[in-house]
T-cell receptor, first 112, second 115 residues
Framework: ETGVTQSPTHLIKTRGQQVTLRCSSQ?????VSWYQQALGQGPQFIFQ???????GRGNFPPRFSGLQFPNYSSELNVNALELDDSALYLC???????????FGPGTRLTVL | DAKTTQPNSMESNEEEPVHLPCNHS???????IHWYRQLPSQGPEYVIH???SNVNNRMASLAIAEDRKSSTLILHRATLRDAAVYYC????????????????FGKGTKLSVKP
């Protein structure tokens, strides 16, 4: 059984740029969620995808967008990067008929 | 969203039991109680969850108060590898029978384990 994987592990961008982060779900999971974790804080829910459609969204602006692909992998896109977007971005996969989310190791994004 | 209250930090000695408390006085009748932990430099890890009855698994036990307004995560014998931030989270059930994603994390309890 393969766990949740994310790429890249680290990324440095400058303000105003765009970034794409990638996630591969755990085998058998059809739902993926993205979270943002600032230093010293708990993760904050960005959105969830199920069957390639957004299935819930947290308090994040539209410049945060996502995609889920037929193989259940996912992308998180952030446009017009701001300094406050610097954080650990976590992907979690789950099954809507199960319980518990399985998190990847995260992508550390630094915006300069 | 229902909220939880946890102590900021706790300390334990290795090989002793640890009781991590969580208050959730605004819990609704259908909310599940989840516990996750986050080891340094890793993503959160599912520990245990419950609805009304106490639950046990290989990692921990979850004791839920009769009125469901509080719960306690119990690590029976703390090890150095249990040092982590522990999050208590309420989660509404999904329309598909499982627990919904959209986990609302607080700041959690940072557990330190002394050898």
């Amino acid at each position: 059984e393969t766990g949740v994987t994310q790429s890249p592990t680290h990324l440095i961008k400058t303000r105003g740029q765009q970034v794409t982060l990638r996630c591969s779900s755990q085998s058998g999971h059809n739902t993926v969620s993205w979270y943002q974790q600032a230093l010293g804080q708990g993760p904050q829910f960005i959105f969830q995808y199920y069957r390639e459609e957004e299935n819930g969204r947290g308090n994040f602006p539209p410049r945060f967008s996502g995609l889920q692909f037929p193989n259940y992998s996912s992308e998180l896109n952030v446009n017009a990067l701001e300094l406050d977007d610097s954080a650990l971005y976590l992907c979690a996969s789950s099954s809507l008929t199960g319980t518990g989310e399985y998190f990847g190791p995260g992508t550390r994004l630094t915006v300069l | 969203d229902a909220k939880t209250t946890q102590p900021n930090s706790m300390e334990s000695n290795e090989e002793e039991p640890v009781h991590l408390p969580c208050n959730h006085s605004t819990i609704s009748g259908t909310d599940y109680i989840h516990w996750y932990r986050q080891l340094p430099s890793q993503g959160p890890e599912y520990v245990i969850h419950g609805l009304t009855s106490n639950v046990n698994n290989r990692m921990a036990s979850l004791a839920i108060a009769e009125d469901r307004k509080s719960s306690t995560l119990i690590l029976h014998r703390a090890t150095l590898r249990d040092a982590a931030v522990y999050y208590c989270i309420l989660s509404a059930p999904s329309n598909y029978g499982g627990s919904q994603g959209n986990l609302i994390f607080g700041k959690g309890t940072k557990l330190s384990v002394k050898p």
